[in-house]
């Protein structure tokens, strides 16, 4: 075949392939923009300082998981990814810096219930800054993460009295108690505003509002099988209500004591 001809025939065979639109990308979080919520995001300001350490599972998986979210909705925040933080530069300058009052939201017996339990030490603090870590993974991991990083295990706990479930169906969570690290945050703020430790005028709700549009998105996803799928599986997406509680917990230990 000729030069001449191999050109015409390749220019015959690009006219009859079909054109593909290139879809646009958020880059800020790296969905396609027909799927971005950072539209919805609305960041506020809050007293308490939030620092998110993550688990690396959590971080490679999630473009915009619940962690994500909270980083985004939240001006005083940061995430730190890694699982042993006992030797984390950053987390122990947060500990050791004289301005800070460290907590790690987790419940345990010895933790300070923000929900019921007095909270004069809160109130009194003066010049120091709350900085409150949490463990953003899943319950097995986060459980790790607390047992293999001893600086943020020998800091004291802070716990609230959930009032519902989470939201987060398309999960199945260990324990009624256990909500994701958007609604822990939301709750703990909802507590705070309401004992008198942040002025928040209910800004904070906007991160309930986009996390439940997360969640009816992938419920989709999972329910359509035309759009990439949350669960790729052949079952697709079961109801909360229509699944079988898994046995592992009724045997394991969800937390890791205090």
């Not at 004069?120 to 120091?128: E, H, M, Q, V």
């Not at 293999?148 to 199945?172: A, H, M, Q």
Request: proline share 5%.
């Amino acid at each position: 075949m000729d030069k001449e001809t191999y050109l015409k025939n390749k220019q015959a065979r690009q006219s009859q392939a079909p054109h593909y639109k290139r879809e646009s990308l958020c880059f800020d979080c790296f969905r396609l923009k027909q799927h971005c919520l950072c539209s919805l995001i609305k960041p506020f300001e809050t007293n308490t300082y939030f620092v998110l350490l993550m688990h690396p599972m959590e971080a490679k998986k999630e473009k915009l998981g619940t962690g994500r979210l909270c980083k985004a909705s939240l001006k005083n925040s940061q995430i730190i990814i890694g699982i042993d933080f006992t030797q984390d530069d950053q987390v122990n300058a947060l500990i050791r810096d004289p301005g800070n009052e460290c907590m790690v939201l987790y419940p345990g017996e010895k933790a300070l219930n923000i929900s019921s339990d007095d909270i004069a030490t809160l109130k009194s603090l003066g010049p120091k800054r709350l900085v409150l870590f949490l463990i953003d993974g899943t319950w097995p991991c986060a459980k790790k993460m607390m047992k293999l990083s001893t600086n943020i295990k020998s800091l004291p706990r802070l716990s609230f009295t959930s009032t519902r479930p989470s939201l987060f169906v398309i999960k199945e969570q260990p324990a009624d108690f256990c909500l994701s690290t958007l609604e822990s945050i939301h709750f703990f703020l909802n507590e705070s505003e309401r004992r008198g430790l942040e002025i928040l005028n209910h800004c904070h709700d906007n991160m309930l509002d986009v996390f439940k549009v997360m969640v009816d998105f992938q419920i989709e996803c999972a329910k359509n099988p035309e759009l990439p799928s949350y669960r790729k599986s052949d079952s697709g997406y079961t109801a909360k209500e229509d699944r079988a509680k898994s046995k592992k917990w009724g045997t394991r230990r969800i937390l890791h004591r205090d």
